[in-house]
């Protein structure tokens, strides 16, 4: 079975500061990745999504995320952040393909960027 | 159209009435999800539909019951809730649920804010 763990419940930051939210992802086989934004009052989002290839996978509205096998991790960033990316940010992993791809979300991070 | 609709947005409801969610999407896609989400916490799995069958069901209460009448609606029939089933109830849709290649990308609705007295 997968796990995600989410360390931060609650990050805050600056408008226009760099922004880093961690993932650990727990699995013995190899697995696909994402990152989920959801807004307040709206549903979720996808970022950006690891499958294969490049570690460094680029998203929507300029968050990118490393995959880190050795460290079985695959943390979000962005260089600057602005008032419109409160939200709550969600890592999830499936299992690769032949099994379910339904994904299991982490317990998600909440981003609070002030003025 | 990468739209998945849900109506209404919100509702409130006793814990003798029953009402339906309904969600709608025209993507083609063959699968589709209901989700449970509590404020500050991840989506919790209720049932996953593939090509208009009930594929998963996550012990679900059946004060709950999904129904599938096509490939585009699925709908969510309530009765006799209880107030801790408050919550936001989420929609979303795929290409399919598994099987070879990559995954596919979970499309989400915007969710029915339910409220149980």
């Known amino acids: 079975a997968q796990s995600v763990t989410q360390l931060d419940s609650q990050v805050p930051v600056f408008e226009e500061a760099p922004v880093e939210l961690r993932c650990n992802y727990s699995?013995?086989?190899?697995?696909?990745l994402f990152w989920y934004v959801q807004y307040p009052n709206q549903g979720l989002q996808l970022l950006l999504k690891?499958?294969?290839?490049?570690?460094l996978v680029k998203g929507i509205n300029g968050f990118e995320a490393e995959f880190n096998k050795s460290q079985t991790s695959f943390h979000l960033r962005k260089p600057s952040v602005h008032i419109s990316d409160t939200a709550e940010y969600f890592c999830?992993?499936?299992?690769?393909?032949?099994?379910?791809?339904?994904?299991?979300f982490g317990r998600g991070t909440s981003l609070i960027v002030h003025p | 159209d990468t739209e998945v609709t849900q109506t209404p947005k919100h509702l409130v409801m006793g814990m003798t009435n029953k009402k339906s969610l309904k969600c709608e999407q025209h993507?083609?896609?063959?699968?589709m999800y209901w989700y449970k989400q509590k404020a500050k916490k991840p989506p919790e799995l209720m049932f996953v539909?593939?090509?208009?069958?009930?594929?998963i069901n996550e012990s679900v209460p059946s004060r709950f019951s999904p129904e599938c009448p096509n490939s585009s609606l699925l709908n969510l029939h309530l009765h006799a809730l209880q107030p801790e089933d408050s919550a936001l109830y989420l929609c979303?849709?795929?290409?399919?649920?598994?099987?070879?290649?990559?995954?596919?990308?979970?499309?989400f609705g915007p969710g029915t804010r339910l409220t149980v007295t």
């Open positions: 979303a849709s795929s290409q399919g649920t598994g099987g070879r290649g990559p995954p596919a990308e979970q499309y």
């Open positions: 699995s013995s086989v190899s697995v696909y």
């Open positions: 690891y499958l294969s290839g490049s570690t």
């Open positions: 999830a992993v499936s299992p690769p393909q032949g099994g379910s791809y339904i994904p299991t």
């Open positions: 993507m083609g896609h063959r699968a």
């Open positions: 539909y593939s090509y208009e069958k009930l594929s």
